[in-house]
């Protein structure tokens, strides 16, 4: 009867069981003692065979395994991995065939020594998650050329008070770094990132730019705290889009920064039953000062102050005061107020003068764009004389000129058009606007001159640079500053010096400031900087030398050189 062969039988054992059941008589134990020592005596002679290398290898019983006689003097090689080579003899366990290791190779490699040299606790190196705090800024870091951390390492509270007080006032190119660095997307320090956001939205509101403020709260989330929506509703206030602002509040009460606030946004968003029960709340506990309550009372009941007299006006008004008196009908002038309150006037419901007036101080401070100045010049004819009206009807005769062509028209209009801009102090805006246009004309004399000079002030300084007019001069030294390579010897006085030091070969940033910048402080060293170049635009000339040596240390070499143009053409700033 033929043997099957068992589950989990190696090929091996099945005909050493049929040779052991050759006989009559089956005996397991006798079977199982034979398979034992037959797998242990493989095993060990593997060992040793591996062990003894002076012992001859035998010759294998197979004629298909021996390649061909042993050489005595050639000891076995172990092999290299578990795997049976031709001619090894089985093992029944597995594990008992697996070579010994190599004798010429340690038992354990280390990579770091067995022992620590010493017993102290290892320091551990703790790295702020400062990337995951999202920027805040209305300006992609590829357009200004800044760093998204620009404000990194720095004290927060300290960059708050820079950004307060740094002055830009007298220098257009600063006005526009300024607004440069408030509106680029950037992320704030570690600590303190509320605190800078808070201050840059109040230089926003100080620099008369509400519009911005209002996009940089409402992109940072203005419902976040009390803080920011007090800001936000301030701006909004100002730019006449209080309606999202009174709905947040309405939302979220406990944000209303005084109960005013919450009065006006109720009848502001139509529900005057509440308005009236909140007024009535407020006159009763005294939560609003008389003078406002007043206010309030007339906004709400208008029909029964009708015949009453005008309010008293306040000195110093809030934006909220400033929309109350405006919606009773007895609307402030806002020149004497900040500057903030003159973007107020630009709305339409302001008349044409007011909005004349209100964007010549924004233009002045670079916050509103010269175009549209331009539109507000040549909405209409002048209504009078004297004062804005002349300096309308002098543009409107420049940019009639202009059209035509006409080198004479406009030889005679430029310089009446010149001197109309500098008693509003808004030369960079009109040579924004107009310097292209002029370099197409072919002038010549005092116009030609005037011309280039204006040019000089326009984004176009370096092309207006190379060609001069023919009187030389300090025109010399201007077109060399414009080309960055302005040197002592066509200085001609502290200031041109000054200036030609800083474009020097060798120039460098001051000490203290480079330190900020080794330790990768690039935004507050900016800002001292721009502070370093308001103290040398008033004589210390040391500091305007410092100044316009970091920003070219920096990257600024556009800054420093219409900083110095500007210094030198804008003689009475």
Known sequence: MPTRQRRGESAWAAPLMRSACAG????????????????????????AGAATAQTPAAPAASPVAQSGPPSPATPR?????????????????????????????????????????????????????????????????????????????????????????????????????????????????????????????????????????QALAEQAGPTRSKARFKRWFDATLLTGDEQQACSALQ???????????????????????TAALLLEAAHALELVDSRQLDLLDRFLNPDVF??????????????????????????????NLPRAFAAADLRDIAGWKAQLEAAERLTRIGALNPNHLLGLYTERSPAASGGIWDRVAALQRFETALETGNAEAVSKTLPKVWRA???????????????????????????????WRIRLLAPTYETASHSPPPSQGRSAFVAAVAQGLPTQELARNGVEQAIAAAFAADSAAPRKLQRLLDNGQLGESILRAMQLFAQGADGNLGDLTDALATFRAVGLEDTARRAALQLLLLDHR
């Open 24 to 47: 009559a008589t089956f005996r397991p134990n006798r079977l199982l003692k034979q398979m034992l020592v037959l797998g242990l005596g493989v095993a060990t002679s593997g060992f």
């Open 77 to 213: 090689e172990t092999p290299r991995s578990g795997a049976a080579k031709p001619g090894d003899p089985l093992a029944a366990i597995d594990w008992l065939a697996t070579p010994a290791p190599d004798a010429g190779l340690p038992g354990t490699v280390l990579l770091e020594p067995p022992v620590a040299g010493s017993a102290r606790r290892p320091e551990v190196t703790v790295t702020p998650l400062a990337s995951l705090v999202a920027p805040i800024g209305l300006v992609k870091p590829a357009s200004t050329g800044l760093p998204v951390d620009l404000w990194r390492g720095s004290n927060a509270e300290a960059l708050a008070t820079l950004l307060a007080s740094v002055p830009v006032r007298k220098s257009p190119a600063m006005q526009s770094l300024m607004f440069t660095l408030l509106l680029s997307e950037t992320r704030p320090p570690v600590e303190g990132g509320e605190r800078l956001l808070l201050a840059r939205l109040d230089r926003l509101m100080d620099l008369g730019a509400p519009d911005p403020a």
């Open 251 to 273: 939302d979220r009460p406990h944000l209303a920064p005084d109960y005013a606030s919450r009065i006006f946004c109720a009848a502001r968003l139509g529900d005057w039953p």
């Open 306 to 335: 009708e015949d009453a007299p005008p309010l008293r006006a306040p000195k110093s008004p809030d934006p909220l005061t400033f929309r109350l008196y405006e919606t009773i009908g007895e609307r402030r002038p806002t020149s």
């Open 421 to 451: 801009m500098q008693t509003a102090q808004i030369e960079t805006a009109f040579a924004d606007l107009f310097a292209d246009q002029l370099a197409r004309i072919p002038l010549d004399g005092q116009a030609a001159n005037l011309a």
